[in-house]
């Protein structure tokens, strides 16, 4: 039996219909759901871009399994804390999800009791199974966090919530009181206790499941935690050089205000398990667009000296600037291995992503011949590199140098094997 009503999903996805698609995937990115091809006979029964996008990620949802059911509430809890989401409408979601018998508390849609049950003894169960960080990486991570503020700006109390949603009424492993008491009165009014105990002793981190473990980094490092984006790029730094040797990553897989949410991912034999295609896009999207900033600074107010792009470096420069906003620890002139006795600089590292970022600019000394015979020692060479799963090659070509642009990308593009490469010419 389905535990959410067609009804209630197709009112949901009505009301996305109304956003632009940056929050759809905001909502559902955040709540851990991919998007899967949707079937061809539900694609017959709708129109436009935004429904089909949500019904992407409806696709990758088992809606008789409570675990994925709940993962949906929980994106429709989501919307419920967003400000382009009307107030109206977040009251009917309050009231139709109470009357179709779900839990509703404030801000929070959860299945009955008896059914959540079931998610949370299926969610303990998969966890025992899942510990592959090392204790060494563990205990390197939580050390570093002990000398930091790990709630930031928030009361910590408050913070913990964001792992432990069930914090208040959860045990203590100190004592007989509730753990919330233990550290309100521990932490906070007769502060005694050090951040190490907290972490260890208290909430178990040393030993819990890799997911839990991973939940709580990201927590540290959300926007409502820590809003200085220089420390955000420092923890995210530490936690990603720690995990990558026991195979995790964390990378960013929505955006809140302009900031990244993170969440580890796990490498494994599908790339999409450490591949942010939004990332992809992102970049791709820079890229493609990129003449028009171009032509925007070349025309400037009032008769001002235009700005202009002679050379590779400049590219570099004003592409980098583009990058910023969107990506918290970007690495520019990254060493590669040496490869055939040389090394090589790339020109972007961005780290969380595992993305390679290749700039070139056509010019007339340099044959089409030549610039890919250079990108095709590029890819081979950066293949090596322990951060490098994707390899996007960036060609600026404003005047036309490659005559068949989209035969030049399909040949040196390939989306599949250990390494993906893709490779962009602009404007074509």
């Known amino acids: ?62 809606w008789t399994n409570p675990v994925d059911a709940q993962r949906f509430l929980n994106v429709v809890s989501f919307a419920l804390v967003q400000e382009y989401v009307p107030l109206d ?33 299926n969610t303990v169960s998969g966890d025992a199974q899942e510990r592959n960080i090392s204790d060494v990486t563990r205990r390197d991570i939580l050390d570093k966090l002990c ?16 792992t432990w949603p069930d914090l208040d009424s959860m045990p203590s492993h100190v004592s007989r009181a509730l ?6 009165r521990h932490m906070i009014a007769f502060p005694d206790w050090e951040y190490d105990y907290l972490l260890y ?64 991912f796990r490498f494994g034999t599908d790339d999409e398990e450490y591949i942010v295609p939004r990332a992809i896009e992102i970049i791709e999207q820079l890229a493609r667009n990129f003449h028009l900033v171009v032509r925007k600074l070349s025309q400037r107010y009032n008769q001002r000296p235009p700005l202009e792009i002679r050379d590779e470096y400049d590219v ?43 700039i070139k600019k056509t010019r007339p000394s340099l044959k089409v011949r030549e610039l890919r015979d250079q990108l095709i020692v ?9 951060h490098c799963r994707t390899f996007i090659a960036f060609v600026y070509d404003p005047d036309g140098y490659i005559e068949n642009s989209i035969g030049f990308e399909r040949d040196l593009s390939s989306m599949s094997g250990d390494v993906r490469v893709k490779v962009i010419v602009a404007p074509r």
């Not at 009503?5 to 909502?27: G, K, W, Y």
């Not at 753990?179 to 309100?184: F, G, K, M, P």
Request: proline share 5%; glycine share 4%; net charge negative.
């Open 378 to 386: 590029d890819k081979e060479l950066y293949r090596t590199h322990p």
């Open 1 to 62: 039996m389905e535990l959410i009503p067609v009804a209630l999903r197709h009112n949901f996805r009505e009301f996305c219909s109304t956003i632009v698609l940056r929050q759809i995937d905001d909502m559902f990115l955040s709540c851990g759901i991919q998007r899967k091809e949707a079937s061809s006979e539900t694609l017959s029964r709708i129109s436009g871009e935004r429904r089909t996008r949500v019904e992407e990620y409806y696709a990758s949802l088992d």
């Open 179 to 184: 753990l919330v008491d233990d550290i309100r």
């Open 201 to 264: 002793r208290c909430l178990k981190l040393g030993d819990c499941s890799d997911e839990l473990f991973t939940t709580f980094l990201a927590s540290c490092i959300h926007p409502l935690v820590r809003p200085d984006k220089k420390e955000v790029a420092e923890l995210l730094s530490s936690f990603n050089d720690a995990l990558q040797p026991d195979g995790y990553v964390m990378r960013p897989v929505s955006m809140q205000s302009g900031r990244p949410i993170y969440k580890a």
């Open 316 to 358: 570099q420069d004003v592409f980098y600037a583009l990058l910023t906003p969107f990506f918290e620890d970007i690495r520019p002139e990254e060493v590669a291995p040496s490869c055939a006795g040389g090394h090589a600089r790339i020109d972007f590292l961005i780290k969380a992503e595992q993305i390679v970022i290749e």
């Open 89 to 121: 409408y977040k009251e009917r979601l309050r009231k139709s999800y109470g009357a179709a018998g779900f839990q509703v508390n404030g801000n929070t849609i959860a299945l009955p009791a008896y059914e959540l049950q079931n998610v949370t003894s």
């Open 147 to 162: 000398a930091w503020d790990i709630e930031g700006r928030l009361d910590l109390i408050e913070f913990l919530r964001m």
